[in-house]
């Protein structure tokens, strides 16, 4: 090709319009090209579609990848057709494909639509979707989203479509340096309770277990922490796909299935700058599809790890006892329904063994039966072996072969077996023996337990609830409390368990004099346990609608985070109808106390140094939640009562998680109960009910506010001539006079930088717009300088509206406060 001098010197300028044209405009359309060198950049920048090289490959590749260092690819379009150079273009067609052209301009790959379109354009959306539209009425012809390839993005669904005949898998790469279609793929299939699977070649590799419509109840430790934003949605009519959207969506998190089979969960860690995976599947040997093959039941803690389901034995013993368990075991003694009518007349009816905490076999018919309906459906249906009960799914029945079934330590649903009589007689048998051993046993192990109990008592004041009590061999004589029974054991192993009786003595009787304060979710009272050690007893009041199974999954969960910023959680009490957690016990009491209080702690006066270590520590408490502790904890109330003080005044975050335990599992971002505190509540959530990371980040900035005016931000009334606390922060910045903001008893004004710098990151919180405000980790950069400029903040929320205080009497431990009310009720 001729150029002629004209043009030689206009190429240079063209290049450059063409690339700020590219990247800027973010969109591809006719005639427009997206060269190697160039990338066209979603709105918020998160996202960019280019080319690129894989490791041990100078194969080019075009794709979607996470706009970090380096790029992370989250979907490929010529997957199977890499270019050879570095000379292919994207550009759209002239039937309105989006097409990459290699050297010879010839289409390695297209979108193929059709039919044709006059003009269309390729745009990256924010959430990572390459979408093309026809440009004359906007309408979406092609989607990225459409044909993943091995991640997951918040707002993809990943299921079957029946209006539009798609089924929408993820595909594995064959390597991390070939993305080509792999062995792997995960979805969900249409059947009557559906589930994620995992296929290697088509065959199943890995399952969930069904939908709950809160988490799959085949895997145990998914809590609903983990499926935050989660949303299956069946249709019952062929359409049924899983989505998510975290409340937190700029969050980069994201799922992914690796070429040898595994789906992670992956989240930038920015600490690290590097993708943590922060959940896995699967995770175990008994994950793995089959295992132990049909009527085989997997326990990963036990040894070999497979074992036939009871009523069953091994199809061949031999290969059975090298551990090859591929053929699974056989009935010992064929089901009545199965023989000749003869044998039914004699009322010998096949009846049903309850195996607990199981991972459900594969293939569940659901059946519109409810409650009792459901067993004697089954009895009736001869092909029926198996069926469970659960809310939130309902009856579900087995036929054929049970494939897949684990014995969970924790979790898992009750299963229910068909079996014939004459399993139940051997039974018996087998159950008078019990009955003489049991007694003599039980004498043996209460006396044992006794000194054991008193032992550990002595030490701590707690017992544990060890497999002495509760062992599997011994179903039946711990059946005293019912509440006990429900309870499964595993749970009890990991959380210290105190005894009633214990706490109420640590704290005479729950006397008014061990009282520390009311809170919102109940009193709590100072205790003292045998030992000496010092411990809060929250006694939650009844209103909690919470199963005691959801319970004690959330205090398992959150007694385990830990961080010198948190108050810590030992353990709970559940006896006699009462829930009551036992947390480490506070002798400095809260900050509100500090910053608004009265005489009696005034030579323990909180000088700025003291100040900022409190901000911080209470930045980092609340960083550890919301990410670092992977379960993402959104605290929904957070306030100068809910912040404990100990000895060197450092801060500790209390009440975390009690949002969690008491609004169960509706943690989406919207909830239809607001949990909080007037006056620190973000206006989103105080009426709209959504909260998000930054809802807390809010009632973080009002209490940065209050810690460096030492007034409560509900103690303004109309004479100040202000509002409240932020109107007045709010007044003192625009007219440069923050001095008047900051507490009079601070006396360290050389420090008016830092100090400017804290009233500034306080008003960038609490701006009206939960996206216009920064999120924790940047807050504490802020904090430490590490951020230099810091954004102007825009006017706060409230602040020309009439105050949201409300007088009321709510005290946390330690609190003497009687202004703020921690409210819940329905909107
Ligand atoms: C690239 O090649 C090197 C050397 O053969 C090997 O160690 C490395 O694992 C390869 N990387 C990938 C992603 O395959
Ligand atoms: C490909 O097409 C472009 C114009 O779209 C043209 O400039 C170029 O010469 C063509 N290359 C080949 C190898 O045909
Ligand atoms: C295609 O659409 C763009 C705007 O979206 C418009 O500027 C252009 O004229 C259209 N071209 C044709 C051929 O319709
Ligand atoms: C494409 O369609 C989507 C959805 O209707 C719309 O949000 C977007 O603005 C459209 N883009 C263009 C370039 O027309
Ligand atoms: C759906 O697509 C499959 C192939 O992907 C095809 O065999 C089937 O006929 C289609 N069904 C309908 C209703 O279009
Ligand atoms: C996939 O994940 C598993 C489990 O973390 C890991 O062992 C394996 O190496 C990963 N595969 C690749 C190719 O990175
Ligand atoms: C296990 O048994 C099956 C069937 O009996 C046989 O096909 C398979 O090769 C055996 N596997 C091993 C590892 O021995
Ligand atoms: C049951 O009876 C049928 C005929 O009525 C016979 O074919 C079958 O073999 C019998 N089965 C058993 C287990 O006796
Ligand atoms: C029960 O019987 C019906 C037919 O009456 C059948 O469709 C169904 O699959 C059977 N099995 C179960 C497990 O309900």
Redesign the pocket.
Known sequence: MKLSTREILLFPVVLVLFLSISTASGIISTNKFLRDSETLVSNDKRFIFGFFSLENSTNRYVGVMFNVQPPTVVWVANRERPLQDSRGRVTISDDGNLVILNSQNRSIWSSNISPAVRNSTAQLLDTGNLILNDSSNGRVLWESFRDPSDCFLQTMKIGVDVSTNTTNLLKSWISPSDPSVGSFSAGIQPETVPQISIWKNGKPHWRSGPWNKQVFIGVPDMTSFYLNGFDLVNDNKGTVYLTYLYANQVELMYFTLNSTGFLQQKYMDPSKNDWEVTWEFPATECDFYGKCGPFGSCDPTSSPICSCLEGFKPT?EE?WR?G????GCNRKSMLESERNSSNLEQGKQDWFLKLQSMKVPDSAIWVPFVDEDCVNGCLRNTSCIAYSYYTGIGCMHWEGNLLDVQKFSMGGVDLFLRLSYSERDQKREYKVIIAIIVPVGSIILAIFGYISCKYVAKRRGWKRMSKIFLSESSPNYYKEDKITEDINQAKLEELLVYNFDILANATENFHLSSKLGQGGFGPVYKGKLPDGQEIAVKRLSQSSGQGLQEFMNEVVVISKLQHRNLVRLFGCCIERGEKMLVYEYMPKRSLDAYLFGSQQQAEEFLDWSKRVIIIEGIGRGLLYLHRDSRLRIIHRDLKASNILLDEYLNPKISDFGMAKIFAGNQDQANTSRVVGTYGYMAPEYAMEGRFSEKSDVYSFGVLLLEIISGRRNTSFHQDDGALSLLAWAWKCWIGNKIVELVDPKITELHLGKEIVRCVQVGLLCVQEYAEDRPNVSTILSMLTSEIDNLPSPKQPAFTTRPSFSKKGTSKSQGSVNNVTVTIMEGR
Request: proline share 0%; hydrophobic share 15%; net charge positive.
């Open positions: 061949n290969e090298k090859n368990w591929t053929r």
